[in-house]
């Protein structure tokens, strides 16, 4: 069973440019979470989704941001006009219905 | 709201070194206990986890307790290796929201 997959690993971008980030959850995991990792903090919460819905983004800045899980495809969080306080590691985690989140390796995005 | 407090680091250890992560929190209700552990350039594995009151969660050498009246949880080993140099965050997840609270992280090094 392959683990949580993200991709690109590595992605730069220039101010004001759109940024997608893809997080293929573990198979048989209906529930997707999307972290943000700033330098030298902890992971933050950003949102919580399941297919097609969104079932808590208290953690989502009001602006710019925001995230889908589709019943076909990866989740994608997506990041319009990005600013250099975007860069950041994004950590995609899943779960099946109230169990441990499993997380994939993470996207560094790198604002220029 | 939630919160967890974890000992700051860095931490630097020789090898065979008892190690201790403090670990607290803050939260309503009966909260699940999480440690993670995150090697340079990866995402987060877990590491061990207790979802009630003095259960223990134990895994590769690790071991920690979810104390209730000390609301704390934390980390220890006995005897660390160099394998063990990694980034350990305390999380927890509960008060009727999935998301996950994570402290800020503990930097391990464990010298030969």
């Known amino acids: 069973n392959a683990g949580v997959m993200q991709n690109p690993r590595h992605l730069v971008r220039r101010r004001g440019q759109e940024a997608r980030l893809r997080c293929s959850p573990m198979k048989g995991h209906s529930h997707v979470y999307w972290y943000r990792q700033l330098p030298e903090e902890g992971l933050k919460f950003m949102v919580y989704l399941q297919k097609e819905n969104i079932i808590d983004e208290s953690g989502m800045p009001k602006e710019r941001f925001s995230a889908e899980f589709p019943k076909e495809g990866p989740s994608i969080l997506r990041i319009q006009q990005v600013v250099r306080g975007d860069s950041a590691a994004y950590f995609c985690?899943?779960?099946?219905?109230?169990?441990?989140?499993?997380f994939g390796p993470g996207t560094r995005l790198t604002v220029t | 709201g939630n919160s967890v407090t974890q000992m700051e680091g860095p931490v630097t250890l020789s090898e065979e070194a008892f190690l201790t992560i403090n670990c607290t929190y803050t939260?309503?209700?009966?909260?699940?206990l999480f440690w993670y552990v995150q090697y340079p350039g990866e995402g987060l594995q877990l590491l061990l986890k207790a979802t009630k009151a003095d259960d223990k969660g134990s895994n590769k050498g690790f071991e920690a307790t979810y104390r209730k009246e000390t609301t704390s949880f934390h980390l220890e080993k006995g005897s660390v290796q160099v394998s063990d140099s990694a980034v350990y965050f305390c999380?927890?997840?509960?008060?009727?929201?999935?998301?996950?609270?994570f402290g800020k992280g503990t930097k391990l090094t464990v010298n030969p």
């Open positions: 985690a899943s779960s099946p219905q109230g169990r441990e989140q499993y």
């Open positions: 999380a927890l997840a509960g008060g009727g929201s999935e998301k996950l609270v």
């Open positions: 939260a309503t209700g009966y909260p699940s």
